[in-house]
């Protein structure tokens, strides 16, 4: 599912709503927007939206304003109608980490927050020493594996750990993580003692003498 929901068409956003620049003193008491047609008991030029305490963080509230029955973050609505295009599943950040500041250029797509998901750590409990490859007990394979959109998808089982990092590596590529920031998995660090790594290993040195 999308993270948020689509905007109502552009056109009908500016049948609605004027962008207006809010002064400092007033973060908090406009949202940005103003009214253009009179609905019930709220005039044209009145501020549209409200403010609302964030779902996730308590702590933080929001502007919120409804279009035909439903409702939008306010900073979504002034991003499509500034830019004139719908942010879709990118969040709208506020360059300043105020909710209240919802001026244009105040706002920005938080591309930022993708990448961070992406260039993901290696976990504690690693015992691969690759990102995306962990040791399976059950069949006593290493397994390959991504996580795309908060859902594991599984690259494959394998002998060979170094076999599992390059897989890894080859499907971020293919997503074009590595150009988003993810740092791909340093092959040459990784040890391993397959039945394969150790019969090359002993070729090289064999060469080698």
């Known amino acids: 599912m999308p993270k ?3 905007l109502p068409p552009l056109k009908r ?3 609605l709503f004027e962008v207006i620049e809010i002064p400092k003193d ?3 008491e406009w949202s940005g927007l103003v009214r253009k047609i009179k609905r019930g008991h709220h005039q044209v030029g009145s501020v549209a939206g409200s403010l609302e305490r964030s779902s996730t963080q308590p702590d933080r509230v929001e502007w919120r304003v409804r279009v035909d029955g439903v409702k939008y973050f306010t900073s979504r609505v002034i ?3 500034t830019r004139g295009e ?3 599943d990118i969040e709208v950040d506020h360059r300043d980490q105020n909710p209240l500041n919802n001026n244009e250029s105040n706002l920005r797509l938080d591309v930022n927050r993708d990448i961070q998901k992406v260039n993901q750590k290696m976990r504690r409990d690693n015992t691969s020493g690759a990102v995306g490859v962990y040791w399976n007990k059950v069949n006593g394979k290493w397994i390959a594996q991504v996580q795309i959109e ?4 599984s690259l494959g089982c394998f002998t060979c750990k170094i076999e599992a990092a390059h897989t890894v590596n080859k499907k971020w590529i293919e997503l074009g993580w590595d150009k ?3 740092k791909l998995n340093d092959i040459s660090q990784i040890n391993c003692n397959c039945t394969k790594c150790v019969t090359n290993q002993a070729a090289v040195g ?4």
């Open 4 to 6: 948020f929901r689509s």
């Open 13 to 15: 956003l500016c049948e």
């Open 26 to 28: 007033k973060f908090g």
């Open 79 to 81: 991003y499509c109608m």
């Open 86 to 88: 719908d942010p879709g």
């Open 150 to 153: 908060s859902k594991l998808k």
């Open 180 to 182: 988003m920031g993810r």
């Open 206 to 209: 064999i060469r080698s003498e």
